[in-house]
């Protein structure tokens, strides 16, 4: 139980172009999802924690009109990466936590190349 | 400040090798403890999460303990598969309830 996926698991696109990530969770409802970022042979970055219905609340430096989320249902939520450029080349993760549990459940990552 | 810090940062053993991971925290009000796996270019995998002082949990070769200070992650016996980075983070009281991570242990485990 609590499986958590991401689509795509890797992608590679021009500078200026947008960038779509969705994460779903399979077999359980989050009202509750987080988008994280990681650097080579660091820990987790949390970007931001969206919940269903309402706006995500972004995390301090991170851009809201660069990273635009939506979490429309209890089973999804997207990451679009607008106007890419390469230093947002990066590995990022999703999370989801299920109704009256604390314990988040990650998603197996993007791995965005911008050239 | 909410602090999360795990020692060592990298740990060499030998399969069968028993050993054990530290996760200090300085949390103000702890909601909880949690242990996750991670292998290179994937996801954080789940373990464990510890709600209280003095609760253990168990799953094959691991187990996690908790104190007010610190938990601890028991390798018993390891196999190589059991390489990779441990990752502890803690979960505050505060209204933002976000995890609070250590950068983690990389753990190598030699056949």
């Known amino acids: 139980g609590a499986v958590v996926s991401q689509h795509p698991s890797w992608v590679i696109c021009k500078s200026g172009t947008s960038v779509k990530i969705e994460c779903r969770s399979l077999d359980f409802q989050a009202t509750t999802m987080f988008w994280y970022r990681q650097f080579p042979k660091q820990s987790l970055m949390l970007m931001a924690t969206?919940?269903?219905?309402?706006?995500?609340?972004?995390e301090q430096g991170v851009e809201k009109d660069k990273f635009l989320i939506n979490h429309a249902s209890l089973t999804l939520s997207t990451l679009t990466v607008t106007s890419a450029h390469p230093e947002d080349s990066s590995f990022y993760i999703c999370?989801?936590?299920?109704?009256?549990?604390?314990?988040?459940?990650f998603g197996p990552g993007t791995r965005l190349l911008v050239l | 400040e909410d602090q999360v810090t795990q020692s060592p940062e990298a740990l060499r053993l030998q399969e069968g090798e028993s050993s054990s991971l530290n996760c200090s925290y300085t949390v103000s009000g702890l909601r909880g403890l949690f242990w996750y796996r991670q292998d290179p270019g994937k996801g954080p995998e789940f373990l464990f999460t510890l709600y209280s002082a003095g609760e253990e949990k168990e799953k094959e070769r691991l187990k996690a303990t908790l104190t007010k200070k610190e938990s601890f992650l028991h390798i018993t016996a390891p196999k190589p598969e059991d390489s990779a980075t441990y990752l502890c983070a803690a979960l505050n009281a505060g209204n933002n309830r976000k995890l609070i991570w250590g950068l983690g242990t990389s753990l190598a485990v030699n056949p």
């Open positions: 999370s989801a936590r299920p109704m009256g549990e604390e314990t988040q459940y």
């Open positions: 969206s919940n269903e219905g309402s706006k995500a609340t972004y």
